[in-house]
């Protein structure tokens, strides 16, 4: 489900605590009600003996010691559920309390991952994504088409912006279908505003929902990162760029707006090539053309997305300004 190591042990720490939280709880309610009403306490007791004398009954060969049991334990629980009735509580109230009772707090049944489990590892890639504030807004769900032109050469080639943007989130789809079992690459080029950040948000949501882990930087922001990491040696940045080679999806954004030097050019050249090694999916969206890649990073690192990623242009009038201007 896309975690490491690490973060699966912390889920499962998460369901140890749990289960330690919630016997603490059923013996709190034991303790409650044994204290308003002493006969439940003496029953739970009877019950603990009669238990013990039908284990020595049946290891003499009394066959009947089994059954004998099961009628008085059945007495006897009705007799508590009567008492725990007229103190107001539910018949109910001495059984373990589970947060899941479905796999009753292990996180499996029969094996397989319980829902709770497979949830708990959807909000941790989500937390790691660094998208979850976003992805409810920017989804293929609420992906428009009218900001684009339909207006024939409006784009290039007689192709009009709006069957570009089409065919660009037809790619995109192609892209997450066939994810699992196809690593690709992404190059979103166009000018501001053009729907590349969104495509990538709309990409980072279906992957997410199946379980992948997504992360997302600005390219400032990955190499901000990457600099605190290497030369303050801080202990969050090292923490947060762990997973920068070994995640499903690595989304950089706005590829060209960093301060460019021979750290950043370096930096690019490693995640690009490194992740490309391992096999891993990466989304990169500029505002810059294949020729000004190679002018700003290099030719060799133009030279790698030239072929290993496949490049999506967008076209149409900034969105961002059309949205505030109809206030959308």
């Known amino acids: 489900m896309g975690l490491t190591n690490s973060q699966y042990d912390e889920i499962m720490r998460n369901y140890d605590s749990r289960q330690i939280a919630n016997r603490h709880k059923t013996e709190e309610h034991i303790a409650e009600a044994y204290e308003k009403d002493p006969r439940l306490k003496e029953i739970d007791d ?18 009947n010691a089994v059954s004998d049991l099961k009628n008085i334990i059945a007495e006897m629980h009705q007799q508590r559920e009567d008492i725990l009735s007229t103190l107001g509580y539910s018949k109910d109230f001495f059984e373990p309390v589970y947060s899941c ?21 959807l909000n941790k890639v989500y937390a790691q994504s660094n998208l979850s504030h976003i992805l409810s807004r920017e989804n293929f769900s609420t992906l428009r088409y009218d900001f684009y032109s339909d207006a024939p050469n409006s784009f290039e080639n007689g192709i009009s912006e709006l069957d570009n943007m089409r065919s660009a989130v037809a790619e995109c789809h192609r892209f997450v279908d066939t994810f699992r079992n196809q690593p690709n690459n992404l190059l979103l080029m166009g000018n501001t505003g053009t729907g590349k950040t969104f495509l990538s948000n709309c990409i980072a949501k279906e992957l997410l929902d199946r379980g992948h882990s997504v992360i997302y930087f600005s390219a400032a922001m990955l190499f901000e990162n990457l600099s605190r990491s290497r030369y303050d040696r801080d202990s969050d940045a090292i923490e947060a760029n762990k997973n920068i080679f070994d995640c499903d999806l690595l989304i950089i954004d ?12 370096s930096q690019l050249f490693l995640c690009i090539n490194e992740r490309i090694l391992r096999q891993k999916s990466t989304i990169i969206s500029t505002n810059l053309n294949l020729g000004n890649l190679a002018n700003v990073y290099s030719e060799r690192i133009a030279s790698r997305l030239s072929s290993a990623y496949n490049i999506i242009k967008l076209s149409a009038n900034d969105i961002r300004i059309q949205c505030k201007l109809q206030k959308v």
């Open 46 to 63: 009877s019950i603990a003996r009669y238990s013990v004398a039908a284990a020595r009954r049946l290891l003499n060969g009394d066959q």
């Open 101 to 121: 009772p479905d796999c009753k707090d292990t996180g499996y049944i029969n094996g397989k991952k319980c829902h709770c489990l497979q949830q708990a590892i």
């Open 254 to 265: 706005d590829l060209g707006t960093e301060t460019t030097n021979s750290f950043t050019v």
